[in-house]
């Protein structure tokens, strides 16, 4: 449970991490065109494959290692190398296709895994694959509870899923339920005060990671004074819409309010790129923890890329932005073996990285961007 404890510690570090120390500065800036689609390919199978290999271990069913899953089934559909699903498979036996709690589960991060099992059972048929997830989504549905997703998060990890059944099943009440969760962590989540603010900001339009950091919470300001929207926070974000938008149609009542939500968020990253590609881990404060970081970069470019594929976001508008972070990613935290540095620990809030973390969740979110780059290639 040390993930859905705030980071305390993050006051101290700041005090040492001040404006003019430890605000790493960015790097020489990228190329603003993407690299051929043979490149992008090489660069995807460097990282996995050097994942793979020093993980003979697929992971247990938690939501980090689901989250590489997550991205290792896209490079799969991108490539149809059959390591990459028979690694997934392996993992998915080893857990029994289950997750963590069982069908009981109401826990948002337990229902990563189920992501996963319905990519498994779409490409291999198999209704054992995917019972546990469709158990505990359906229990859901079926109550009237509408308040378990207090933090950002647990948009990326429960959305998706419940999304592809609805769409599996034709039945509604899964897009439904999903959507009446998703309004009340966005709007009627309550703050410290009791108030019902939610934890999406309309102003910047940013996410929260949770009512700790929302105004007045206890951990608001960075050490500089400035907001903390936690950029990996906010790649979970940008992630689900990006995920749900693939199952729900526009045609939909709520698909044009995910729809401008992504466009509206990605419209508020762009002026926060650094000049090396990257997003900084607070995109409140260039100078809390500045430097490069991967994880909430690669979902970022991922969501955007997203909408720039589907029509969604302007090319010519967002492309650059998707290849500086896209090259940027590629000359500062993919060593020549395939090691994927600069990400962020395990955490809640912002926090420094260097090149030597690395992080299953990192790994899934370069892929699932490397996917959809693939795709804007010539």
């Given amino acids: 449970m040390k993930r859905r404890t705030l980071l305390s510690a993050s006051a101290a570090l700041g005090a040492t991490v001040s404006l003019g120390v430890g ?3 960015a790097g020489a800036a990228p190329s603003d065109q993407l690299p051929s689609r043979a490149e992008v390919l090489a660069a995807m199978a460097r990282v996995n494959d050097y994942w793979i290999g020093t993980h003979a271990n697929p992971g247990d069913n938690g939501w980090a290692r689901a989250t590489y899953f997550s991205g290792n089934m896209a490079h799969y559909r991108l490539t149809r190398d059959a390591r990459y699903l028979n690694y997934a498979v392996a993992w998915a036996e080893q857990n029994g ?3 963590i709690g069982g069908a009981a589960t109401r826990f948002a991060d337990n229902h990563c895994a189920g992501q996963v099992y319905l990519d498994l059972y779409q490409e291999l048929g198999g209704a054992s694959k995917i019972a546990v997830i469709e158990d505990s989504l359906t229990r859901m549905v079926n109550s009237t509870k509408r308040d378990d997703w207090w933090w950002v998060d647990a948009l990326h990890m429960a959305m998706p899923p419940f999304a592809r059944l609805g769409a599996l099943r034709g039945n509604t009440n899964y897009w439904l ?3 009446q969760l998703y309004h009340h962590t966005k709007r009627l989540q309550l703050d410290t005060a009791g108030r019902a603010t939610g934890l999406y900001s309309e102003a910047t339009p940013l996410w929260y990671r949770d009512n700790g950091y929302a105004i007045d919470g206890p951990q608001q300001f960075s050490s500089n004074g400035l907001p903390m929207y936690w950029s990996r926070g ?6 689900a819409h990006a995920k749900v938008l693939q199952w729900i149609p526009l045609s939909n009542k709520r698909g044009p309010e995910y729809a401008n939500t992504l466009r509206s968020m990605a419209a508020a990253l762009a002026p926060l790129q650094r000049s090396d590609g990257f997003w900084n881990s607070n995109l409140g404060d260039p100078a809390h923890f500045g430097g490069p970081e991967t994880t909430g970069t690669a979902f970022h470019a991922y969501g955007i890329a997203y909408g720039i594929r589907t029509g969604l976001l302007d090319r010519a508008a967002y492309l650059p932005i998707v290849a500086r972070a896209w090259n940027g990613m590629l000359a500062t935290a993919v060593r020549a073996d395939g090691f994927l540095g600069y990400c962020q620990p395990v955490g809640a809030a912002p ?3 260097d090149a030597s973390q690395t992080a299953d969740y990192g790994v899934g979110a370069f892929l ?7 795709a804007l290639t010539a």
């Fill in 234 to 239: 906010n790649g979970w974000a940008v992630a």
């Fill in 351 to 353: 926090a420094p990285t």
């Fill in 23 to 25: 605000a790493a500065p």
């Fill in 368 to 374: 699932l961007a490397g996917t959809e780059i693939a």
């Fill in 177 to 179: 339920a999903m959507y």
């Fill in 97 to 99: 296709y289950n997750l």
